[in-house]
């Protein structure tokens, strides 16, 4: 008995793997590009970005509470950078006397910001989906608050990028003030938007990744202001304060009187403290498992951090008699002289902090590199946003978003040439908008479940509401002459333009929807295929053979502006094209898409008006050069033609490409076709 051998051939292997019957799993090897400078712009692309992530490595990708804490948390926790310095800004044109209800307006703040916390931690354990004041307001309230939600929440994440970029910059010119001499701002924003853009590609890496890189700035600020505010409360303590020297850039005192609006206004400019607040109830399933808890906890940790700090910083610019700097003066700011004040101007200790605080405000950009394109998923999901921002990249990051974000923000950056302040005033109207909306959501929540201790949640939740909504009266009525109005603008666009794309989508569904009870049944409309042709080539007769493959009724359409060329090309094609009957249209304006187009009309209008209109199949002979560079040679014709034709009724368009390197493979009753001299621009 013979030994036997047999050889198994799986020409699927490179590309592919069953995972079922009729069911097969493409392998890296199917998305790699074929052309040398596709490989090329891969390779480059993996450089910069990262090899491509499965989907199923999706669960690698989650974040653990230390590194969520930097990505999602860096907003609000850098918040306590500016914060202070916002309301010394205001209470300093009433005089000195004015800067000590700095410590009221600042506890009255870090009250608000546990009641929105506490709230918050709510959402991530409600609504474990994701997509915060959305979410909540959609399912709870009304669809359209949903989409005023939203709409804020996109607007906050752009500003939360323009803004944090602007003061990280602000601290950056503290200790090199050269960088800006408060006329020429080009090596300002040019630093800026460097920023930005590495800050892009680390996103565009994906999460974990970027949590590993920014991490480390986070926690050594955080280990640092709160060496500082230590350090700054064991003097005062002790009686160990010496009052601070004034800076020649600091704001002049004012004579402005002590009044409600000017307390209310001190208020609304500080509670920029509060924003990022919402960050981790938008991205509560890129935490680990258990999610909800997980994020719920890093709630808790963000708040107590940003609480203490801020809170910290106020106490000490006060009791040392700190003074903000003008706008636009290059002058130190606040959080630099509370550092001074317990390092030392010239303590490596300072300078690192000084660089940690620029660090940390540039990545406070990062949680809306995160939030914003989770939200935008979100939307593209329920149909208010275009389907592309629901597409994950390589790295299984929402690539659209963080895009687009970087785009919007760079251009907003160099609109307003990085001032801190005249941002801040289109920064915190969405904020409170979302707050309102999304704790009055929670109220309902909790009154519809009845889940255990649905009475207190519901409370503090309504308690939250109330609050955050006179806030945002607050807000909107103070800072509204000074740019808030934009916000109210920008609001209903959005949720404007977010139903028109639902609409859009609703509309196309309708069309293109299939009863279920529908069956295909066999063809009953006729076909007829047409080939505009331009020469006698090998494109044209694959393009001819397709044709026949596609319908028996083929017409080969010829559009020429030269009868003795018409007359030569028909003696050609009747001797080497047998069957296919060649229509020649004598274009004398030199035109070649209008003719064609008016002859598929002309072929329409022909059909017998009692018969259902064929599919018209226009075959289109495409020549695919060998080098990219070569390719604006030839095809311009043919893309303008394809452009037309897309949307015309009962029209299919059907490229069929001829590559340059199948010369030599070029097989069939066509071989021995002259090409000398033949034109492969259709």
């Known amino acids: 008995m013979a030994d036997k051998r047999v050889r198994v ?50 669960i690698g990708e989650r974040l653990s509470k230390r590194l969520a804490l930097p990505i999602f948390s860096s907003d609000a ?60 307001a ?20 752009v500003m939360t990028v323009a803004v944090s970029t602007s003061s990280a910059m602000d601290q950056l010119i503290s200790i090199v003030p050269g960088i ?50 230590a350090s700054g409360l064991f003097h005062v303590v002790t009686g160990s304060v010496a009052p601070f020297p004034r800076q020649p850039e600091a704001v002049p005192m004012g004579t402005q009187a002590i009044g409600i609006f000017l307390i209310l206004r001190a208020f609304a400019s500080g509670s920029v403290a509060l924003t990022g607040v919402e960050a981790i109830a938008n991205g509560v399933p890129a935490f680990k498992p258990p999610e909800a808890k997980n994020a719920g906890n890093t709630m808790l940790a963000m708040a ?39 390092f030392g101007r010239s303590n490596p200790l300072y300078y690192t902090f000084q660089v940690a605080t620029a660090l940390i405000l540039f990545l406070a950009a990062n949680t809306s590199f995160n939030a914003f394109p989770r939200l935008g998923a ?19 990051a929402f690539s659209w978003g963080i895009i687009l974000l970087a785009a919007i923000a760079a251009l907003i950056y160099v609109a307003f040439e990085g001032n801190t302040t005249g941002l801040i005033p289109l920064y915190s109207v969405g904020v409170f908008v979302c707050f309102t909306l999304s704790q009055g959501g929670m109220v309902r929540h909790w009154v519809r479940t009845h889940e255990a201790g649905w009475w207190w949640r519901g409370l503090v939740n309504a308690s939250g509401a109330v609050l955050t909504l006179v806030v945002l009266v607050i807000v909107l009525t103070e800072k509204f002459e000074h740019g808030a109005w934009v916000v109210a603008v920008l609001i209903p666009t959005l949720v404007t333009m977010m139903l028109f794309i639902q609409r859009q989508y609703k509309a196309s569904a309708r069309q293109l929807a299939v009863r279920p009870d529908f069956v295909l049944p066999a063809p009953l409309r006729e076909e007829r295929a047409v080939v505009p042709v331009s020469a006698l080539n090998r494109a044209v007769i694959r393009a001819v053979n397709v044709a026949r493959s596609i319908a028996d009724d083929v017409l080969a359409v010829y559009i020429s502006s030269d009868p003795d060329d018409a007359r030569e090309m028909r003696e050609r094609w009747e001797r080497q094209v047998p069957g296919v009957q060649l229509v020649i249209v004598e274009s004398p304006y030199r035109a070649l898409a209008g003719p064609l187009m008016a002859y598929l009309d002309v072929l329409d209008r022909a059909w017998p008006p009692d018969k259902m209109q064929p599919i018209t199949f226009v075959v289109i002979p495409e020549y695919v050069a060998r080098h990219a560079w070569e390719r604006i040679l030839y095809n311009q014709s043919a893309r303008r033609l394809r452009s037309l034709l897309v949307g015309r009724p009962h029209t299919v368009v059907v490229d069929v490409p001829y590559r340059r390197d199948e010369h030599d493979r070029f097989h069939g009753p066509d071989a021995n076709l002259h090409h000398e001299g033949a034109s492969a621009d259709t």
């Open 138 to 157: 959609r399912q709870e309230l009304l669809p359209i608050l949903g989409l005023v939600a939203a709409a804020a929440l996109l607007i906050d994440y």
């Open 378 to 396: 979100i939307l593209a999901e329920d149909g208010y946003f275009p389907r592309q921002f629901g597409f994950r990249g390589d790295r299984l």
């Open 77 to 136: 926790i850098s918040s306590s950078a500016y914060a202070t310095e916002e309301i010394l800004k205001v209470l300093v044109l009433a005089g000195a006397a004015a800067l000590y209800l700095s410590i009221p307006v600042a506890m009255a703040i870090v009250g608000l910001l546990t009641v929105v916390a506490i709230s918050y931690r709510q959402v991530c354990r409600a609504f474990p989906g994701g997509g915060g004041a959305y979410a909540v």
């Open 304 to 342: 107590v951090l940003l609480g203490v700090i801020f809170i910290g910083v106020t106490i000490i610019a006060l009791q040392y008699g700190i003074v903000p700097s003008a706008d636009l003066s290059g002058g130190p700011t606040v959080i630099a002289m509370v550092a001074q004040t317990a």
């Open 9 to 58: 051939e799986r020409p699927h292997s490179a590309y592919f793997r069953y995972s079922g019957p009729g069911q097969l799993v493409a392998k890296p090897a199917a998305s790699a590009p074929r052309s040398g400078l596709g490989r090329g712009l891969f390779r480059a692309k993996a450089w910069l970005i990262g090899r491509p992530l499965a989907s199923e490595e999706e």
């Open 180 to 229: 800006d001499n408060g006329t020429d701002h080009s090596l300002r924003i040019l630093i800026a938007l460097t920023v930005i853009a590495l800050i892009t590609v680390a996103n565009l890496r994906g999460l974990r990744e970027s949590g590993n890189i920014f991490a480390i700035p986070t926690y050594l600020f955080v280990c640092l202001a709160l060496l500082i505010v």
